[in-house]
């Protein structure tokens, strides 16, 4: 069964600095896609970026990037120039190309991101 | 702008109530979640379905029921409800097709007293 697993319950940063929240995952699947999810205060869970497995090249949403390495199944989030606003849960979750049951997204049980002013 | 809406953002409920939550989305999506998410825990999926009147059990389905008689409408019951059922509750919805992400709604507090 595929799991996906997030490390650091907590993490912090200071404004204005760069921070990466850790995200590996276990599956014997080649085709599937891989996704942060930000959970802010408001209980809104909100797409922050999507990979897909088959392309080699990392998903960056302005000052979002990730660091998918496919043969250690780890993806990482990484925040750049971060704001108070990105005070969140962060939840990476997994999601298998395939039609049915098997195709749910499988989330991780998240890290909570505090930004110091 | 397309949404998933869940009918109440808190709830109190009696233990032994029967309690109904509800969730509609307004993006044709086939497939609708329900989950539950607790501090440490993550999000656990209670129940899904994939078609108007098709429902399937998700991990945690015990003490839980859902109904699903519209497209966009599936809510999630509580039978009888009980102190470990106080949670947050949230509902999804997605597309069938490649990767497609999911839409959540803001989630319901349920407090079981």
């Known amino acids: 069964a595929q799991t996906v697993t997030q490390s650091q319950p907590e993490m912090s940063v200071q404004e204005a600095e760069t921070v990466t929240l850790s995200c590996t995952y276990d599956?014997?699947?080649?085709?599937?896609?891989l996704f942060w999810y930000k959970q802010p205060p408001s209980r809104q869970m909100i797409l922050v970026i999507r990979q897909e497995a088959y392309k080699q090249q990392n998903a960056t949403e302005n000052r979002f990037s990730v660091n998918f390495q496919k043969a250690a199944k780890s993806f990482s989030l990484k925040i750049s120039d971060s704001q108070l606003g990105d005070a969140a849960m962060y939840f990476c979750a997994y999601r298998y190309n395939y039609g049915g049951s098997q195709g749910n997204l499988i989330f991780g049980k998240g890290t909570k991101l505090s930004v110091k002013p | 702008d397309v949404k998933v809406t869940q009918s109440s953002r808190y709830l109190v409920k009696r233990t032994g109530e029967k309690v109904f939550l509800e969730c509609v989305q307004d993006m044709d999506h086939e497939n609708m979640f329900w989950y539950r998410q607790d501090p440490g825990l993550g999000l656990r999926l209670i129940y899904f379905s994939y078609d108007v009147k098709m429902k399937e059990k998700g991990d945690i389905p015990e003490g839980y029921s859902v109904s699903r008689e519209k497209k966009e409408r599936f809510s999630l019951i509580l039978e009888s409800a009980s102190t470990n059922q106080t949670s947050m509750y949230l509902c999804a919805s997605t597309l069938w097709g490649q990767g497609k992400s999911y839409t959540f709604g803001s989630g319901t507090r349920l407090t079981v007293v």
């Open positions: 599956t014997s699947e080649s085709d599937y896609y």
